[in-house]
């Protein structure tokens, strides 16, 4: 259930029309050494938050009423820093003992929502079904480190005109919903046609250009399946909350069978054996080599690897300490973007390994990055182990 502060910031975000939302990276809170912490802005996007351009040669700034969750007021600034190497907006000064902006704030989610700019509203969500809640009602998934909501609608990347013509035509002849796995396919398909360097990616690239292409390619099958449901008259209120859940729970579900399957499918490039949700105590979503030999009491300990796929695990992954429990040391795959440093060591200490694509590990605080594995990494692990 979304809390309090996340039903205002979606509310707050369609009322006004513009929203960015982006994970607290270690940057932001003054963990890499940079010039100075404070939220990173997205230049891209810049109208909507300064009345400056992003000009080389020159600073500039606005001093913006920013009101954090709905409680806290600050007297802030909207800093464009354009001298020197630099080349970046930042929203600074907050006051002594601002509580939103500490180590243990990285991989929060900041919603950020301009009314002005001279006046802001923030939220800072922390749990997993707050998050997947905001990204499902305004249309968004984050799958780097920020996404924006634009004059009411969600903001997108120019996309490859032969995928796109790929997943148009796909899209185009759909009369209904075809299961997860049907998308990933086409996916697959479609990276393989139109990426020449496919077949040269590593596991980490290969991982996040699946499911960002994946993800677009459910936006354009979402809009020509669901058009008809959102222009008609409703029969009354019950009946437009029933069809709006219905639209958020499946994009809320996609994402974590969207990154099951395109896990799997890098583990069969890379010839590893696996099973998917096997039929063991705790029912894991991945175990290496597979059911059969996790069944088998004769066959090598340290050949057995149990994995979790979780698309946000700040909460999630302790779930897996009681799958496949003949397996102490338990592995997380994840697209998670950013843990503090203190879960970061409560994993380590349960014998859970995190596992996050190259991407995503600069959102991770610099002492904790040593815990992380990529894809690529697992991958020559598991060779080993299978050896």
Known sequence: MASLACERAISEALRVGNAILKFISPNDVGLTGGHQCGYYLPKSVWKIFSPHPPKTGINAETTVQVVWNDQIETASRVKWYGKGTRSEYRLTRFGKGFPFLTPDNVGELLVLIPESHSRFLAYILDSDEDIEEIEASLSLEIIKTWACFINGTPQEETEDECIE???????????????????????????????????????????????????????????????????????????????????????????????????????????????????????????????????????????????????????????????????????????????????????????????????????????????????????????????
């Open 165 to 387: 013509r790929r997943f148009r035509k796909f899209a185009g002849n759909l009369p209904s919903f075809p299961p997860g796995q049907v998308f990933s396919e086409l996916t697959w398909s479609a990276l393989k046609e139109c990426i020449r360097s496919i077949d040269k990616l590593t596991a980490d690239k290969l991982l996040m250009s699946c499911m960002e292409a994946e993800y677009r390619l459910f936006r354009l099958a979402e809009r020509q399946i669901c058009q008809p449901d959102i222009v008609r008259v409703f029969r009354d209120v019950d009946d437009f909350i029933e069809t709006a859940a219905r639209i958020m729970n499946r994009r809320k579900s996609r994402a974590g069978r969207s990154l099951e399957n395109h896990v799997g499918y890098v583990l069969r490039r890379a010839g590893i054996p696996y099973s998917v949700r096997p039929n063991i105590d705790g029912k894991p979503d991945i175990v290496i080599p597979g059911e059969k030999e996790y069944l088998d009491t004769s066959y090598p300990l340290k050949k057995l690897i149990v994995v979790g796929i979780k698309t946000t695990c700040k909460d999630r992954w302790r779930q897996v300490l009681n799958e496949g429990k003949r397996v102490p040391e338990k592995h997380i795959i994840t697209t998670q973007q950013g843990i503090s440093g203190s879960q970061l060591s409560e994993m380590s200490e349960a014998k859970v390994q995190l596992i996050v694509p190259d991407d995503l590990h600069k959102l991770y605080p610099p002492k904790a990055k040593m815990n992380l594995m990529n894809m690529e990494g697992f991958i020559k692990s598991a060779k080993s182990k299978l050896a």
